[in-house]
C-alpha cells in the first residue's frame, strides 16, 4: 500500500516518499553479472537536504493518473499533493523496471476528465440471460432493457453516479455505480415492449443483483497538465 505523504524540501524544491523498501539493496548489472548495491534513499535524502526546512506532503485521493497500465513496470503517473496550504503537482517515474521510483515536484496543475460513460451491455445481456431463463424471457425481451440502460447510461455525467473506491486495472479507467433512478427508468423503458409481470421480475432481480454484485459504468479518463497559472511560484519561495 502506498504511503500517503512525501517530504518536501522546501529550499530545493526536492520531493522524497520513503517506504521500507527505500533501504533494501538494488540488483544491477554489470558487465556481464549482477551486482548487488546498497542503498538507502531516506538517508540519502537527509543527508543532500541537511539544515533544509522540510515539510510533509499529504496525497491527495483521486488525483493518481497515468496513461499506461498499472502492470506496466516502467510507467510515468501523475497526483496532486498538499502541504495544507498549497497544491503541488509531483510526477513519478522510473528509468527502468529495476531502478527506485523517483518524484518530483513538476510546475502546473492536474485536469482530470472522466469521458462518456457506457455499460458493459454484452456483459449484462448474458448475465440476465442466465439468471432470467427460467422464468422464460427471451434474448429479445432481456435486449430491451440492456439497450434502454445503455442508452440512458451514455446521457448521465460521471459526477452524477457514486465512484467505485477500488482502484480499476488501469489508472485512465474509472467505475460507477448504477443506481436505482436508472434501473427505474430502463425498466420503465423496457416496458413498452414487455409484459407487466416479466418486467417486474426482471427488476426483482436487477436489484437484488443492484445490492449484492451491482452492475457498473465505466468511464476512461483523460488528463493533462495545465501551466499556465504562475508556474514557477515555487522557485522564488525562500524558506
Ligand atoms: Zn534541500
Known amino acids: 500500500m502506498m504511503t500517503r505523504e512525501l517530504v518536501r524540501c522546501i529550499k530545493c524544491d526536492a520531493v522524497a516518499l520513503f517506504s521500507p523498501l527505500d533501504r533494501s539493496p538494488e540488483y544491477r548489472m554489470d558487465s556481464g553479472t549482477w551486482k548487488i548495491v546498497e542503498r538507502d534513499d531516506r538517508q540519502a535524502f537527509m543527508e543532500a537536504h541537511r539544515g533544509h526546512p522540510l515539510e510533509r506532503l499529504k496525497i491527495l485521493d483521486d488525483t493518481f493518473i497515468s496513461s499506461q497500465n498499472y502492470r506496466e513496470p516502467v510507467k510515468t503517473c501523475y497526483f496532486e499533493v498538499t502541504n495544507g496550504k498549497e497544491r503541488f503537482l509531483v510526477k513519478r517515474s522510473r528509468k527502468s523496471a529495476l531502478d527506485p521510483l523517483r518524484y518530483e515536484l513538476v510546475p502546473g496543475r492536474l485536469r482530470i476528465n472522466p469521458m462518456e460513460l457506457r455499460v458493459d451491455g454484452a456483459a449484462i445481456q448474458k448475465e440476465l440471460e442466465r439468471s432470467l431463463s427460467h422464468i ?55 416496458s413498452r415492449f414487455l409484459a407487466r409481470t416479466d418486467v417486474e421480475r426482471m427488476g426483482a432481480f436487477v436489484r437484488q443483483h443492484l445490492r449484492d454484485d451491482p452492475f457498473l459504468a465505466v468511464a476512461e479518463v483523460h488528463f493533462h497538465i495545465e501551466t499556465h497559472r504562475k508556474a514557477h511560484t515555487l522557485r522564488f519561495m525562500s524558506p
Open 136 to 190: 422464460g424471457l427471451s434474448y429479445q425481451e432481456i435486449k430491451h432493457f440492456v439497450r434502454e440502460l445503455e442508452q440512458l447510461v451514455s446521457r448521465v455525467k460521471p459526477d452524477e453516479l457514486t465512484r467505485v473506491p477500488y482502484e480499476s486495472h488501469h489508472p485512465a479507467v474509472r467505475y460507477y455505480y448504477l443506481n436505482e433512478p436508472l434501473i427505474a427508468r430502463a425498466l420503465e423503458g423496457a
